[in-house]
């Protein structure tokens, strides 16, 4: 009878546990594409690679490319650029890294607000430019 109320408050706190908090990086890896800004971040659709316009592709090993505007003018039409960086997962699903950028290279800070095999939606906690 233990065993069985055991198996059973398991299996409650694993049907109970929240799908779109990633437990490991392994869960971001791939590659996000049209991006949507907010003010409460940025949203993005999972895809095999990118498109005609913006994107991150987290990969393994802590390898970061952005695909993001040429150069500093955002009126169209916009031509993009693969920019490429690093990136690590900290704890709290928080994302910390560097990549390059048309200007110089920018650290940026984001958490995790939502992640499923399909979307992805993040927070800016930190964006420090860097002109060079």
């Given at each position: 009878m233990k065993t069985n109320l055991l198996a059973f408050t398991i299996l409650l706190f694993t049907l109970g546990c929240d799908s779109e908090t990633?437990?490991?990086?392994s869960a971001i890896d791939g590659y996000w594409?049209?991006?949507?800004?907010?003010?409460?971040g940025i949203a993005y659709?999972?895809?095999?690679?990118?498109?005609?316009?913006g994107g991150m592709a987290f990969l393994a090993e802590g390898k970061l490319i952005e695909r993001a505007n040429a150069g500093g003018c955002g009126t169209p039409p916009?031509?993009?650029?693969?920019?490429?960086?690093?990136?690590?997962?900290k704890a709290d699903?928080?994302?910390?890294?560097t990549s390059e950028y048309w200007g110089?290279?920018?650290d940026f800070k984001?958490?995790?607000?939502?992640?499923?095999?399909?979307?992805?939606?993040?927070?800016?906690?930190?964006?420090?430019?860097?002109?060079?």
């Open positions: 990633p437990e490991h990086s594409i049209n991006p949507v800004y907010s003010e409460n659709s999972r895809a095999n690679n990118f498109k005609n316009g916009i031509t993009y650029a693969n920019y490429y960086g690093n990136w690590q997962m699903s928080i994302i910390v890294g110089g290279t920018v984001f958490q995790i607000k939502k992640l499923t095999n399909e979307k992805l939606k993040l927070s800016v906690l930190e964006m420090d430019y860097h002109m060079e």
